[in-house]
Nanobody, 118 residues
Framework: QVQLVESGGGLVQAGGSLRLSCAAS????????MNWFRQAPGKEREFVGGIRWSGGTTYYAGKVKGRFTISRDNAKNTVYLQMNSVKPEDTAVYYC???????????WGQGTQVTVSS
């Protein structure tokens, strides 16, 4: 059974940094794309970025490009979202997702809350 467990969320001041983690288990993810999505109150869930487990190619939404960085640790089966220069509009529940197609996860984590204060 696939399990994705996010951690690292919390309260951060605008301009600060935060690193989210997504620990994956339950299958081999080497052919998968690992994604980060977020959902703010009253808004639809949106794609933040993703990384191909094999090869490490990354993709980012325009809103976060240049501020957020996605990386992976193969040994730990963990994907990271490094968030720098955060803004109040980055406040959301952040979800990790895994799937064969980038930005279209088949599996989801439970989410972790990120709140950016101004």
């Amino acid at each position: 059974q696939v399990q994705l467990v996010e951690s690292g969320g919390g309260l951060v001041q605008a301009g600060g940094s935060l690193r989210l983690s997504c620990a994956a288990s339950g299958r081999t993810f080497s052919s998968y794309a690992m994604n980060w999505f977020r959902q703010a109150p009253g808004k639809e869930r949106e794609f933040v970025g993703g990384i191909r487990w094999s090869g490490g190619t990354t993709y980012y939404a325009g809103k976060v490009k240049g501020r957020f960085t996605i990386s992976r640790d193969n040994a730990k089966n963990t994907v990271y979202l490094q968030m720098n220069s955060v803004k109040p509009e980055d406040t959301a529940v952040y979800y990790c997702g895994a799937g064969a197609t980038m930005a279209r996860p088949d599996y989801w984590g439970q989410g972790t809350q990120v709140t950016v204060s101004s």
